[in-house]
Every structure is written in structure tokens, then in C-alpha cells.
């Protein structure tokens, strides 16, 4: 079935550094989402990317979708200490309505 | 956006028992829904495709007489954990989409059977 592969998997920074995590599917994706997880919480939409090649940005966070659909990444510049938290991507294999979910980020921000 | 209901937000049971855990929608009708499970510091995996109307779809390896799914009407889908024992204990979440939109996730349910 499909794979959707996060590195890092956990990563700890410096409030002010930056952090990017990477997604990859086995699989094309139509279009691809991220998702935020606050520890005890549940995850929150943040962004889907549809267009390969497609970069998307929301203040501090930029997003891009590999040419080949296949990949994506997550950029948070100057990270603050309300960014902590587990980022998601999320893909629908083969265009249906189900979400894979990929294997997640852990971000730490410390002050 | 759409707006999902769990409840409850937290159970402990005894060994043995069954847990029921509700998602409601409350501004939509969904004919479909998800149910996810998630263990400590790890990533969402889907148990199963809720249907209204019809029988659950469940993923591959996940007991279908373990975790009922009801979905009987538009706005609720239940699932409940039967004969619970402690590796039962996990987050379950529910969420509604729809093909290609972005998932809206109900609170989660941790569950704890001791």
C-alpha cells in the first residue's frame, strides 16, 4: 500500500532557528496537505498543495509540492515557541477519499 | 468550515468491557466518515471508512468484530471498542472530507483500559 515517509522524525530548535520537514510518497499524489497536531490535540488543517512544482506561503510557513507529486516539505522561518507541535503531511492514494496520513515531525522549540 | 463532535474526550474502563465513542456533525450532513487511531508519538493510522446507511469499511488488519462502526443516520457515527483490554488504550479520532478537501477532525477520545 502506499508509504508516506516524514524526515525528521523529531527535531529540536532554538527559538529564532529554522525548520523544515520533508514528506515523500510512494505513490503520485493528486495533491497533498499538511496538518498541525498540538500535543493532547487533534490535528488542524494548515494547507493543500495541488499543482506540482506549487510553492504556497502563510506568514512564517512555506510550502512546496515536488514536481513529481511525489514529495513535499514544510519551512518555518524563525521559529517561535507557538510552533511546537507535530506536523503532518497527508495524501489521498490513487484520488479517493481516503487520508494517508504520513509518519509526522516533532518539533521542540526552546527558548 | 465543517464542524465535528467527539464525545467523549477521555474514558478509562475495566478490562473487558466495551467503550462507545461518538462523532457527531453539526453544521453538515455526512454520509462518510472516518474513524483514525493514534498511539503515543506516532502518526494517524485509519481504522475504518464509516457509511451511512451501510456497513463500515474496514483497513486491513483492523478487527471488524473488535471495533463496530454504526453510522445510522447523517450526523452520527459511533464506534465502539468491544471486550477492551490495555492494548486497546489509544487516541481515536474521527474526521469527515470529502475528495479533495482538507479533513475536519473531531476533538479525539483517548481511551485507557486498565
Known amino acids: 500500500g502506499q508509504q508516506v515517509m516524514q524526515i525528521p522524525q523529531y527535531q529540536h530548535v532554538q527559538e529564532g532557528e529554522d525548520f523544515t520537514t520533508y514528506c515523500n510518497s510512494s505513490?503520485?499524489?493528486?495533491?497533498i496537505q499538511w496538518y498541525k497536531q498540538r500535543p493532547g490535540g487533534h490535528p488542524v488543517f494548515l494547507i493543500q498543495?495541488?499543482?506540482?512544482?506549487e510553492v504556497k506561503k502563510q506568514k512564517r510557513l512555506t510550502f512546496q509540492f515536488g514536481e513529481a507529486k511525489k514529495n513535499s516539505s514544510l519551512h518555518i522561518t524563525a521559529t517561535q515557541t507557538t510552533d511546537v507541535g507535530t506536523y503532518f503531511c497527508?495524501?489521498?492514494?490513487?484520488?479517493?477519499?481516503?487520508?494517508?496520513f504520513g509518519t509526522g515531525t516533532q518539533l521542540k522549540v526552546e527558548l | 468550515g465543517a464542524v465535528v463532535s467527539q464525545h467523549p474526550s477521555w474514558v478509562i474502563c475495566k478490562s473487558g468491557t466495551s467503550v462507545k465513542i461518538e462523532c457527531r456533525s453539526l453544521d453538515f450532513q455526512a454520509t462518510t466518515m472516518f474513524w483514525y487511531r493514534q498511539f503515543p508519538k506516532q502518526s494517524l493510522m485509519l481504522m475504518a471508512t464509516?457509511?451511512?446507511?451501510?456497513?463500515?469499511?474496514?483497513e486491513q488488519g483492523v478487527e471488524k468484530d473488535k471495533f463496530l462502526i454504526n453510522h445510522a443516520s447523517l450526523t452520527l457515527s459511533t464506534l465502539t471498542v468491544t471486550s477492551a483490554h490495555p492494548e486497546d488504550s489509544s487516541f481515536y479520532i474521527c474526521?469527515?472530507?470529502?475528495?479533495?478537501?482538507?479533513?475536519?477532525f473531531g476533538q479525539g477520545t483517548r481511551l485507557t483500559v486498565v
Open positions: 497527508a495524501g489521498r492514494p490513487g484520488g479517493g477519499n481516503k487520508l494517508t
Open positions: 474526521s469527515a472530507s470529502w475528495t479533495n478537501t482538507e479533513a475536519f
Open positions: 464509516s457509511n451511512e446507511g451501510s456497513k463500515a469499511t474496514y
Open positions: 498543495l495541488v499543482k506540482s512544482g
Open positions: 505513490t503520485t499524489l493528486s495533491n
